[in-house]
DNA sequence: CTGAAAGCGCTTACAG
DNA sequence: CTGAAAGCGCTTACAG
């Protein structure tokens, strides 16, 4: 029973074209009758009808936020974190945005022609059918990670660097037995974050351990704590650790700490990301910071100038990464 | 550029409206017809477009999750966890969901018939104005929280048994002089936490402190840090803490490390509402746990049941606390 | 069983 | 400057 543009029109005495019109800000409306148009509408608390609007516009006004793999994803403080960015820049477009946290959702939601772009977040590869993602005809970025032979712009941390930024600290700090506790290879943020490890012990002359690399199913999840605490009971070697997530490396801290092994004296530890929570642990964490949030913003802003028709300039939109140096990390102990 | 149904009856040779009654599943069509119709829809990949169909229904198909102050409210674990059940229970719904974490998309959101329910996440008093609410002309359903005098069926945790059970807890390891770090008066839940604290503590025999009840503005933030580290350096004899959230005992843990007051030795710490991170962190939170995900879900189902015209016949769905002991808990040391 | 028609709330050429 | 009309993609009485 909500107030229609007709009601609007006709308690105004004018067409609903000329409503239509004020309600644009489009000219062929006399002053006056556009002030009076306006007063009607203020009066009866008339709001258009964004689902009618976007069927003649064939423009939803809607943008979608799909999350696959929701409820591992939802608790990892990465992911809130671009999303605030997210909701921040979304308040200086006309968008509204839907979620999907799982794969029915995802469906419903992209085939339904519900929105005009959508923004993945942190998808694994083969994970989306990539013939299904460009059937849909939408915009489509790519925030956290990117996509193997996508050809969808993406918006990212600088990987690599940051690995490399991590394990160099830890080189000066002393330390020659560094690990890694990575995500799973299906996650290009993995593999990435494998190679910049590798290439940066090599760089420095240290030879790499495979039994020092951890592969861990997800980026959050307390398997890394028994995976970690089980090695390190019977490990004497390793000084220091460098993870793919701020997540993992609390799981680390607590693997330590199972094991009896204190942090930082007996190992060191760095995150990355820097998510807010990272410096408000105990010891708080060392990591690699990104601006997560101006990543979020960014993916909004590249899919609002892509639904516009707008051309991107890049396809890959990379934030730097630096080193963090808090409660984690020290010198290894002598022994 | 998308098939519409106009193209699925060309192609089958039929009428829009035979397609549109195979498509709803509704009677009237011979059996071969719509046999073929339905072909023709797998041939040609045909999706309704959601929104054409909501004008005519006068449905949208779509339910908001509203966040406000969003950017406080993101990182909270006690926000994501209920974020996953709401997920869950939508995939057992046909809604696609709409969120909005500032006041500028919420009132877009909510304004132009963009959804038929909301769920209001964890409002404030005073934050959302009823009337406004009201005036929406829609379902809505409260979580996390409650709103005072609002006529909205809410879905919280039974927050007085929760600081009940934590305060008898410390009682029972000994605990005689036990603070409060609360959220702030604005928030119900924090009202519910102080009474129930001053309650229990009443019950106990013990005498309530003023100057052991922390006030702070949010449930989260860093600000807890900085109060509860001065008090400490200054305070020897409160043994034990309550707080209203996990996110602020994580706070005070660190406050204690600040102080140099180790945890549990000197102090014993319980959070509230046991999000995942909680026995994750070192040392694992002591919490009083409340099923945060089924919460989520409760509120859906609420919801849905409400757009689909049933009654309630509950205004309050109050989940059960219980007091989990873990790492940090103990016995007060003797002075 | 089947289709023509009206209508949901809008926008936008097209006339005047 | 202004309005009547067509149309966006659907659903649903209403006839037949």
Redesign the interface.
């Known amino acids: ?2 107030v229609s543009i007709k009601d609007v029109a006709l308690k105004a005495g004018v067409s609903i074209a000329s409503v239509s019109r004020v309600l644009s800000g489009k000219p062929g409306v006399g002053a006056q009758t556009a002030e009076r148009i306006k007063q009607v509408i203020d009066e009866l ?1 008339y ?6 609007r ?2 003649v516009k064939r423009k ?1 006004g ?1 943008i979608a936020v799909v999350v696959p793999r ?2 591992y994803i ?2 990892n ?1 990465f992911f ?2 671009i ?2 960015g997210i ?2 820049e ?2 200086e477009t ?1 968008f ?7 794969s ?2 995802q469906q ?2 992209l ?4 929105v005009d772009g959508a923004i993945l977040f942190s998808p694994r590869n083969e994970e989306l059918s990539m013939d299904w993602l460009k ?1 849909l ?1 939408i915009p489509i970025i790519v925030v956290g990670s990117y996509l193997e032979d996508s050809p969808f712009p993406c918006v990212r941390p600088d990987d690599e660097e940051g690995v490399c930024q991590s394990v160099t600290a830890l080189f000066d700090k002393g330390h020659r037995t560094i690990g890694l506790v990575n995500g799973p290879m299906s996650s290009m943020h993995s593999v990435r974050y494998y190679k910049g490890y590798e290439r940066t012990l090599k760089s420095l002359g240290l030879t790499m351990n495979k039994e020092l690399v951890f592969e861990l199913d997800e980026f959050d999840g ?1 398997k890394v ?1 028994e995976v970690v605490s089980q090695f390190l009971q019977g490990n004497q070697h390793m000084t220091g650790v460098v993870c793919s997530s701020d997540f993992l490396a ?2 680390v ?2 693997a ?2 199972i094991a009896n092994v204190s942090i930082p004296h007996d190992l060191s530890v760095i995150g990355a990301d820097d ?3 990272a410096s ?5 964490l060392s990591s690699v910071h990104v601006d997560l949030v101006g990543m979020g913003r960014k993916a909004v802003s590249l899919l609002t100038q892509l639904v516009e028709g707008e051309q991107l300039e890049k396809m890959e939109h990379i934030f730097p990464m630096y080193y963090v140096d808090r409660g984690t990390t020290g010198t290894p102990k002598k022994k």
């Open positions: 029973m909500s608390g709001r258009p009808n964004l689902g009618a976007g069927l939803t809607n929701g409820s939802l608790n403080p809130s974190t999303l605030d909701a921040k979304l308040d006309e509204n945005m839907l979620m999907s946290f799982t029915v959702q419903r939601l085939e339904t022609q519900a059937s005809a307390g704590v609390i799981g801290m607590k330590a700490d998510v807010p929570i408000f642990l105990t010891p708080s």
